[in-house]
């Protein structure tokens, strides 16, 4: 089998993109799923959240990118969340793409699709070059965003840029859904935003978000995703109700646990 792809991005920053992909990492890996994480933003957020330290510069994602035959599978490393490898960022990567080819990640990618269910792209904001990139490896493309009216401007042009970049590529068109972040309904422009995101999007492009929660922050200052830290909060609830919309949305294999079992198998033996 091979994993799914899914891009989590938004060309706005502070969205919460790194906070979803740590969390919806540790609830598919939960429910039986083997996860790759691939952290594309140089800050290298997500393996901090999935507590990996720094790593070598050339054993990182980075590398796929600079080297036009790579072999990703030696760039694994694992973290401290079982079923849940990480494909490091190099926090000195420069923005400098050497290879002029954006299907270039995608082609890299290729050799460890059989050894996952799902491999998570963390794309950073400030690099169109890299949100391309991701999208054209991507199979479907999660977008969280705040609900206020400066970020639903952002998703309309992300989303706008999105189908650019699929029609202009001649690439598949992906599906997409967009998730809202830090949600607290009590706010009357919440509730305006969120209202204004469905009738845009459509209830079915809309998946229910995660509730305020400082949790969600200790939890990165404990480098852990929040089911590590913290199992009785809110937002807990929420990742997991995510966890299971992105499995039925993206079509994420049922025999989850009999296809980790021979990936676990797989990598070993690729190592």
């Known amino acids: 089998m091979q994993a799914k792809i899914l891009a ?14 740590v969390n919806l ?10 996860v790759l ?8 957020h997500a393996g ?10 050339d054993r990182t994602i980075h590398v796929a990118l600079r ?10 490393c694992t973290t401290a969340v079982p079923g849940v490898d990480l494909l490091a960022a190099d926090r000195n990567f420069d923005g400098q793409i050497r290879l002029s080819d954006p299907r270039c990640l995608a082609r890299a990618l290729e050799r460890v699709r059989p050894l996952y269910d799902v491999v998570l792209l963390d794309s950073p904001p400030i690099s169109a ?20 009216y400066l970020s639903l401007d952002g998703v309309r042009q992300f989303v706008r840029v999105y189908h650019h970049v699929m029609l202009k590529l001649r690439a598949t068109l992906l599906g997409f859904v967009v998730t809202p972040m830090q949600v607290d309904l009590r706010a009357n422009m919440q509730k305006l935003v ?9 209830r079915d492009q809309v998946i229910r978000g995660v509730r305020t929660d400082v949790s969600v922050a200790e939890a990165f200052s404990c480098r852990r995703p929040l089911r590590q830290y913290r199992m009785a909060s809110r937002a807990i609830d929420d990742f997991r109700v995510m966890a299971d919309e992105v499995a039925r949305r993206f079509y994420l294999p049922c025999d989850a646990a009999e296809s980790g079992r021979v990936a676990c198998a797989a990598l070993r033996s690729a190592r």
């Open 8 to 21: 989590i991005a938004n060309r706005k920053g502070g969205t919460g993109k790194t906070s979803v992909v």
């Open 194 to 202: 969120l209202t204004e995101m469905l009738q845009g999007f459509g």
């Open 129 to 148: 070059d890299l949100i391309v990139y991701a999208l054209l490896s991507a199979d479907g493309v999660l977008v969280p965003t705040m609900l206020d």
């Open 48 to 57: 901090l959240g999935l507590g990996v330290a720094v790593v070598d510069s």
């Open 25 to 34: 990492a540790a609830e598919l890996a939960a429910r039986g799923y083997r």
């Open 67 to 76: 080297e036009a035959r790579v072999d990703l599978v030696k760039m694994i």
């Open 37 to 44: 994480v691939g952290d594309l933003d140089p800050q290298g």
